[in-house]
Every structure is written in structure tokens, then in C-alpha cells.
DNA sequence: TTGACAGGATACCAAAAGGTATCACATAAA
DNA sequence: TTTATGTGATACCTTTTGGTATCCTGTCAA
């Protein structure tokens, strides 16, 4: 999939990867830890895992025998890039973003 | 579909769907005005308004025997609150969104 | 009234998506 | 050196999804 806006989205549309992005924010995981926390065999989470990396949302690193999980920083660029062309339509929420980029920024 | 998080999000997963709110950004559609602009049957994006309006992002408004589809303003709440909640993670890109609404705001 | 036009609704189809089971392989540990 | 662990890869299954075709209903205009 060579467009990184739909990648992006495709990834963020499932309830697994969406939760595997929280889980992933807090701290790295391997695909055995992430595994845990859900009711699913490794295999279905690293398919999940395969689409998150696709979608340039995490990046994976393998460490010896493991598969270390991290958050890609930049990997949401494609969707917030999309989502500020709608600005005029949304703004309503955005004001909750410049609330916090202006906590980040000082 | 009962969680709007999910639903927005797998509403925009689809690039026909975000097409289709880039033109309802610019104007309001009818069913058949829509399907003028893609190489697909009345039925087919009748769907993809009936996912559209199920994530709550756009509205289909009876109006004669037409059908009014418009952006709905509020409509991306759900998705900019799920991802406000990592801005530490993305706050890259934030700033262009912080640019666009002082914009707006004034 | 009689068409023509804009949409619902349904059934159906092919492909993609989410998931499991299984086997193979490399590596860490005993 | 065994043995267990963590992962990769493949095949397979079921459900969802994007799409068409078809038919039916309502509405606007001659």
C-alpha cells in the first residue's frame, strides 16, 4: 500500500491497533508481551502489528530472538495533514489541541 | 455500530469516503451529483454516505424526492479526541494545525 | 395522466480483513 | 547439548466490505 494517508487511516481503523497504540505510548512491548494483553494468538497480533508498521505508525526492531514495539512518532503526519485541510469544517475541536501544543510548546 | 470512535474512524478508512467529504467541504450533494464524480453506481456511494453518516460525519437531509448530503461539523470529534490523547507522541505536526486555527480564531 | 428522474431495498458476488493452526527456525537458558 | 522460548511464514477459514444488478417506490414535470 504506497499511499501513506491511506495506510495511515487503514491502520487506525481497527479497535486492536488502536488499543495496541495506546498500550505502545506507555511503553515499548515485545509481539509475546503485546499478546497479553489481548485474547488473541501472536499470530493475529502481529498481523495487526504488520499493519501498524505499514501504516508507518510503529516501528519494529528485531532484538536477539525478540521484536521490539515502539511508537513512530512521526508516523501520524499523513492523517493530521489530512484532517487540517477540513480545518474550517472541525475547529470546533481544535481548540483542545492548541490547548495542549501550547502546554508542549513554551 | 454504537462506539463513534470506531465508526468515524472506519468511516475516513476509505479513500473513496474522505473523497467524498472533500467535495461535500466544498458544497453540498446530492446522491446523484456525487455519483458523477467517481466511476461507481448510484448504490455504491449511496453506501459509503449510509458509513459516512453512520460515523456521524456527514448528514442526509430528505428534501423532495432528492437527497441533501453535508459535511457535518461536529462529526470528527471523536477521532480528534482519540488523538489528542498522544500528542506527545505526534505533536510534530501539530504546530501546521495550531497555524490553521489562529487563523480561524482571531 | 404518464413518463422520466432520484432514491430505497434487496440479493448477490469477489476480494479483503481478522483470526486460527501449524511448522520451521533462531536464540536464550538449563 | 538439550530444551524451552520468541518469532516468521504459510495455509486455511469465516466474516466483513466494496461493488453490481435488479426491482420497487415516490416525486416532479409535460
Given at each position: ?29 515485545t ?47 499523513p492523517?493530521?495533514?489530512?484532517l ?23
Open positions: 500500500m504506497p499511499d501513506p494517508v491511506q495506510s495511515s487511516f487503514r491502520a487506525l481503523a481497527d479497535p486492536t491497533r488502536r488499543e495496541i497504540i495506546a498500550i505502545l505510548s506507555k511503553e515499548q512491548q509481539i509475546a508481551q503485546l499478546t497479553g494483553h489481548f485474547d488473541m494468538t501472536r499470530a493475529a497480533v502481529k498481523k495487526h502489528l504488520t499493519v501498524l508498521s505499514d501504516g508507518g505508525l510503529i516501528t519494529m526492531e528485531q532484538q536477539g530472538r525478540e521484536c521490539i514495539n515502539r511508537l513512530s512518532p512521526g508516523g501520524m503526519k492523517v493530521l495533514d489530512w487540517s485541510y477540513f480545518d474550517q469544517f472541525w475547529n470546533t475541536r481544535l481548540e483542545n489541541l492548541k490547548e495542549a501544543i501550547e502546554r508542549n510548546d513554551t
